[in-house]
């Protein structure tokens, strides 16, 4: 890794968290209380793109140091796993045991499948 790409990634990182914040402010001033809305959105939004970059990287559309830059840096901050974890078991000590399990085990599905759909659509261009 190059010095420049790894500055590139560090800012991208510190862009996407700052991202993150605002998006997750937004729809939380607009989605119904009660269920983790923000989180399960830019964790979906986050897989959705990182898989039409790897399909665009797949394709050698674009350069793995923009690649690495956007994938890992912005989307690494922009998406957050841990918070979605953490979200999840607030809702089970909160005995809310079905939107936990929405939480946990439905966003890794959509997630997944928004990935998958981002790599196709990368690799259909």
Do not use: Q
């Amino acid at each position: 890794m190059t010095p420049w790409i790894f500055l590139a990634l560090t800012l991208a990182g510190g862009i996407g968290a700052t991202a993150r914040y605002v998006v997750d402010g937004f729809i939380r001033g607009k989605a119904p209380a009660g269920y983790p809305w923000p989180t399960t959105l830019i964790n979906i939004s986050g897989s959705l793109v990182l898989g039409f970059l790897t399909g665009l990287a797949t394709d050698s559309v674009l350069p793995s140091g923009v690649t690495i830059v956007l994938g890992t840096g912005f989307l690494g901050g922009y998406t957050t796993f841990s918070t979605a974890s953490y979200e999840t078991v607030a809702l089970v000590r909160d005995r809310r045991y079905a939107a936990a399990l929405g939480n946990g085990l439905g966003l890794a599905i959509v997630a997944v499948a928004a990935a998958w759909l981002g790599l196709w659509l990368g690799t259909s261009l």
